[in-house]
């Protein structure tokens, strides 16, 4: 009674609807990094805090920033403003960001000795600032629609955990995956521990999909991607809580650069897998075989052109997935930072009204 109650709550359930498959009058749509820099008003909220790492840590201004795509933008979701490093920071390693070069741990994993005294934190006493955002967000949103929470896939953490920093070919990471994989296999089972705990805690909270960023999975060699990636991943999956307030909590598994490993992915676990601008959406849909929704993918580049090339280029990509069920519209991967305002406009307002035509002719 209570479930039923509470699931006529949510006013647009359109993305709940596409990840579980069922039909829906229009695609549902929403953006990686659809808060971020192109908008002055995070850049403007941002500078009062002082720093991105304070905007994330501050449940308030985390709630604020998040409601603001929301503002603009018929969008059908809110993702939860935070990081995937604020994961591995609250495991000890010292997060902080440089000008101009990104983030940066203090304290990289390197030896056996630094792995071996690694563990999982208690979410609710290391990041219970992101679970009161949660919270916060939850009251703010009201129902409006649902709110997204995430993480870092376990290898795509160990990334960032054993380089110290971003990179495009990880030197130290694959340096201890080749010479030592146990040790890599031990910092992964640690991660998958952390990432289950950290996205149960966020369910428990509120959120009402959970989407794993594998941004760096793509960069492994294909045999490797199953190894140390996929493996890990699905271990977090298996672990979700699958139902919340009556209703299920669907989970989306984005690997960047993932196309050559579409059906293993939509065998892992999850309800549905998100898609970079490399993959062809008609191969995705077969490989997915109607066992997973399918999100993606248009070029970020793509809105870097006038609305009207925004709106040929959203079309495109809405024909090449079709009309049938289990898509939800999204970039291949996050807004880019010098993004037009009227772009984003543009491309929401032509998914709603393009989508919407096609599923009634
Ligand atoms: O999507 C959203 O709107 C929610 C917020 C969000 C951020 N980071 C905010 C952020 C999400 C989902 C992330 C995930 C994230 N963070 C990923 C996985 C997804 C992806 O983009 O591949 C990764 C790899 C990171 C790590 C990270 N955080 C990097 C490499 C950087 C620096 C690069 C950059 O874009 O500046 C960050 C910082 C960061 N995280 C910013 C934002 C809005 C920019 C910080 C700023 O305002 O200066």
New binding site residues.
């Given amino acids: 009674m209570e479930a039923h109650h509470r699931k006529v709550d949510l006013s647009n359930d359109a993305l709940l609807r596409a990840l579980a498959r069922e039909p829906t009058d229009r695609t549902p749509v929403w953006l990686?990094?659809?808060?971020?820099?192109y908008l002055p008003e995070y850049n403007a909220a941002?500078a009062r805090a002082g720093s991105?790492l304070a905007l994330a840590r501050s449940p308030a201004l985390a709630t604020e920033v998040t409601l603001q795509p929301l503002e603009r933008f018929a969008l059908d979701a809110a993702?939860?403003?935070?990081?995937?490093?604020l994961l591995p920071d609250a495991m000890g390693l010292g997060l902080y960001?440089t000008e101009g070069e990104?983030?940066r741990f203090e304290r990289p994993l390197r030896d056996e000795v630094a792995v071996r005294a690694l563990a999982a934190p208690d979410p609710a006493l290391e990041l219970g600032y992101v679970l009161d955002a949660v919270r916060e967000l939850r009251r703010a949103l009201a129902g409006r629609v649902p709110l997204i929470g995430?993480s870092?896939s376990p290898y795509?953490l160990a990334c960032y955990m054993v380089e110290g920093c971003?990179s495009d070919d990880w030197p130290a990471l694959k340096t201890m995956l080749y010479s030592r994989p146990q040790l890599l296999h031990r910092l992964l089972e640690i991660n998958a521990r952390a990432v289950t705990d950290y996205l149960n805690a966020q369910i428990e909270a509120g959120v009402q999909a959970v989407m794993l960023?594998d941004?760096w999975g793509g960069t492994l060699a294909h045999a490797d991607y199953e190894t140390f990636s996929l493996a890990y991943s699905r271990r977090v999956l298996a672990g979700l809580a699958k139902m919340r307030e009556g209703r299920r909590v669907p989970s989306i598994l984005y690997t960047?650069g993932g196309g050559a490993w579409l059906e293993a992915m939509a065998a892992s676990g999850c309800d549905a897998i998100g898609l970079d601008a490399a993959t062809d959406p008609a191969s995705a849909r077969r490989a997915a075989a109607g066992r997973v929704a399918l999100q993606g993918n248009l070029d970020s580049a793509a809105l870097l052109a006038p609305p009207e090339q925004v709106r040929a280029a959203v079309r495109r990509v809405l024909d090449a997935f079709g009309g049938a069920p289990g898509h939800v519209f999204n970039l291949g991967?996050?807004v880019l930072?010098r993004t037009p305002v009227e772009s984003v406009a543009a491309l929401v307002d032509e998914v709603r009204a393009y989508s919407r035509m096609l599923r009634s002719s």
């Fill in positions: 990686m990094r659809q808060a971020g820099r941002r991105f993702i939860l403003f935070s990081d995937i490093l960001f990104g983030p995430f870092g795509t971003g960023f941004t960047k991967h996050g930072p």
